[in-house]
């Protein structure tokens, strides 16, 4: 089975982060649908499912197939400042070789059948191109883009965020099909999209795509942090603008790293993966130290010379 996502990430448009309690009043998308919560390690809010139908074309390398059914999406919330917007399914092979009726893929949420036979490496091939869809192709952007959106305008954000950052997008494959290597490969395209590419036997969508959620949170406060040290100019601007500009990290995201704490057993293997490279907590505690040793200067120097001795 071949499973695949699109996650958008971004700062919540609030001036502080929010409480459990609204956090969950915000994520309420569903009426009559739970919101899950948990709390340790670190909140961490998801909304009910959202369903979308599909037809479409599925790019199968030098082919196209068509898929029906239906796509699963969700908006997450992190440490009450990072929101996401997750769009993900499971592409199978069709039942029939012809359009049944919606019931029939109502009944299976987040399913989306390939009436061009089971799945493969064309599949997952076209799903992580460089080129643009075709406008008949499965785009998962646009679901996961309308998921945030509706977050974003709610009457309880005060829309005043206490810096500019960009949203990052991940667009990713899980090959979970039997004699698969367990393996991960992300790559960085540019400042705001990246893919990602999992082999997983067996795993679940819930579980991989909870992985990808946290991969895609991870990689967008460790690309915004890099982004407002280097927008900083240490050693380029005075001590007090620099600090000044690196306030917002210490006050709003320094708090928030805390890689596979929401993943399950094995999907935190894969995390390892990243840890070896690009190694993404080492240049995070980098960029950590490098900020604190800046609060140390700039406190030393406002505390004037040191007295002298007697």
């Known amino acids: 089975m071949i499973l695949v996502g699109e996650v958008h990430s971004g700062l919540l448009h609030h001036s502080h982060g929010l409480s459990a309690d609204r956090t969950r009043s915000l994520l309420s998308l569903a009426p009559g649908e739970q919101v899950r919560q948990s709390h340790r390690p670190i909140a961490r809010t998801e909304s009910p499912p959202l369903l979308s139908g599909v037809d479409c074309d599925l790019p199968m390398g030098k082919r196209t197939?068509?898929?029906?059914?239906?796509?699963?999406?969700?908006?997450?919330?992190?440490?009450?400042?990072?929101?996401?917007?997750?769009?993900?399914?499971?592409?199978?092979?069709?039942?029939?070789?012809?359009?049944?009726?919606?019931?029939?893929?109502?009944?299976?949420?987040?399913?989306?059948?390939?009436?061009?036979?089971?799945?493969?490496?064309?599949?997952?091939?076209?799903?992580?191109?460089?080129?643009?869809?075709?406008?008949?192709?499965?785009r998962l952007a646009g679901i996961s883009d309308r998921t945030m959106n509706l977050v974003q305008r709610h009457d309880d954000l005060d829309h005043?965020?206490?810096?500019?950052?960009?949203?990052?997008?991940?667009?990713?494959?899980?090959?979970?099909?039997?004699?698969?290597?367990?393996?991960?490969?992300?790559?960085v395209r540019n400042q705001t999209e990246r893919t990602l590419l999992i082999r997983q036997p067996g795993a679940t969508l819930e579980a991989v795509t909870t992985l990808c959620e946290d991969i895609a949170y991870h990689d967008w406060l460790l690309s915004t942090v890099i982004d407002m040290v280097s927008r900083a100019r240490i050693g380029g601007n005075g001590r007090t603008d620099a600090v000044s500009r690196l306030e917002p990290i210490v006050d709003h995201l320094l708090h928030l790293w805390m890689p596979a704490a929401h993943c399950d057993e094995a999907m935190a293997q894969r995390w390892q993966n990243l840890e070896m490279a690009p190694g993404f907590s080492r240049q995070w505690t980098a960029l950590v130290n490098r900020i604190r040793d800046q609060l140390t200067l700039a406190t030393l120097a406002a505390a004037g010379p040191a007295p002298p001795r007697i």
């Open 65 to 138: 197939g068509r898929g029906i059914g239906t796509v699963l999406a969700r908006a997450v919330i992190t440490g009450g400042h990072v929101l996401q917007g997750s769009g993900f399914a499971r592409i199978t092979p069709a039942t029939e070789p012809r359009r049944l009726p919606w019931p029939h893929y109502l009944s299976r949420p987040g399913s989306i059948e390939s009436l061009a036979g089971p799945p493969g490496d064309g599949l997952i091939d076209g799903m992580l191109a460089e080129t643009p869809p075709h406008a008949d192709h499965l």
């Open 160 to 187: 005043r965020a206490p810096f500019r950052a960009p949203r990052t997008r991940l667009s990713w494959v899980a090959d979970t099909r039997d004699a698969m290597t367990p393996g991960l490969h992300l790559t």
